[in-house]
């Protein structure tokens, strides 16, 4: 166990539907990341949050939204998506310094999403 | 910008020694992190290294030399569970902990 946690771990949708992703982390830390990989390829970060406010939004589609509502919980709406969209999707979260490099991040066991 | 390489595979057998290496191109560098993942799993982390030299964890060690931009995982005495994906990583100049990601090595450890 890492301290952070996401439901659900499977989710299957449609191309229609609408759903959301859930990720917690219980380590006290004020940074969250959502990062997307596909099979056989590497982490793509979507999406930072330091202290609640994103800070980084990686040219993502708007099919994607995410949430902050306070520093130990992260959303990800999906809808309207596309087959491609079929991934593991990734929480970590983080603690990070001002002035300091941040070494290590705490990954939660994603969630493996497919859409028909 | 920054970017890393790294070999897309290795393999190697039980009780073996096996080296992943990682080169990075960055503007400015603070260390160099490698994470190890499962298939299907979450990344965790294995090391961290800001300075040159060797860091030792157990069985798996790191190597970092900031001079030729290069840095390398050593696994010894390889084990079934060590096949896995490995990453090197290094925190992004820009935004306050973000990493950047190599492609990952897939390590095949065979009996």
């Known amino acids: 166990e890492t301290g952070v946690t996401q439901t659900p771990r499977h989710l299957v949708m449609g191309m229609t539907n609408k759903k959301s992703l859930k990720c917690e982390q219980h380590?006290?830390?004020?940074?969250m990341y959502w990062y997307k990989q596909s099979a056989k390829k590497p982490l793509e970060l979507m999406f930072v949050?330091?202290?609640?406010?994103?800070?980084e939004n990686n040219s993502v589609p708007s099919r994607f939204s995410p949430e902050c509502p306070n520093s130990s919980h992260l959303f990800l709406h999906l809808h309207t998506l596309q087959p491609e969209d079929s991934a593991l999707y990734l929480c970590?979260?983080?603690?990070?310094?001002?002035?300091?490099?941040?070494?290590?991040?705490?990954f939660g066991p994603g969630t493996r999403l497919t859409v028909l | 910008g920054q970017s890393l390489e790294q070999p897309s595979e290795v393999t190697a057998v039980e009780g073996a020694i096996v080296q992943i290496n990682c080169t990075y191109q960055t503007s400015g560098f603070y260390g160099l992190s490698w994470y190890q993942q499962h298939d299907g799993g979450a990344p965790t982390f294995l090391s961290y290294?800001?300075?040159?030299g060797l860091e030792e964890t157990g069985r798996f060690s790191s190597f970092l030399s900031r001079s030729d931009s290069y840095g390398y995982l050593l696994l010894q005495e390889l084990q079934m569970k060590d096949s896995a994906s490995y990453f090197c990583a290094v925190p992004s100049l820009n935004q306050g902990g973000k990493l950047i990601f190599g492609q990952g090595t897939e390590l095949s450890v065979k009996p």
């Open positions: 970590a979260s983080s603690q990070v310094k001002a002035g300091a490099a941040i070494n290590e991040q705490f």
């Open positions: 380590l006290g830390h004020n940074a």
């Open positions: 290294n800001a300075l040159d």
């Open positions: 949050y330091n202290f609640k406010e994103q800070t």
